[in-house]
Nanobody
């Protein structure tokens, strides 16, 4: 069982920055999983934000490209999302996820519900 524990998030003004972390607990070795960040705004479906595969290849949704950076530290079993130039439309619940992937990160950004393991979610609120 993969357990993912998220931290970070909070409230920030437009143009500000936040960093999210997602730590795997127990004996989980995240190096074997594709990892990603997804978000869900009130009344909307879950959408992909960024993904990083086991080789370090990254994929981003157009909505966050150039502003968000996904990274992983396999030695610390932790995934990160650095979010810069935040906009009010980035306001959502953010989730990290892990999956023993057979497709690209871009595929899973478009099909979030195929990922197996999810963090508990963390709220990000951006005010104008």
């Amino acid at each position: 069982q993969v357990q993912l524990v998220q931290s970070g998030g909070g409230s920030v003004q437009s143009g500000g920055s936040l960093r999210l972390s997602c730590a795997a607990s127990g004996y989980t070795d995240i190096s074997i999983y594709l990892m990603g960040w997804f978000r869900q705004a009130p009344g909307k479906g879950r959408e992909g934000g960024a993904a990083i595969d086991t080789g370090g290849v990254t994929n981003y949704a157009d909505s966050v490209k150039g502003r968000f950076t996904i990274s992983r530290d396999n030695a610390k079993n932790t995934l990160y999302l650095q979010m810069n130039s935040l906009k009010p439309e980035d306001t959502a619940m953010y989730y990290c996820a892990a999956h023993h992937a057979f497709n690209s990160g871009g595929y899973y950004l478009r099909h979030p519900y195929e990922l197996s393991y999810w963090g508990q979610g963390t709220q990000v609120a951006v005010s104008s």
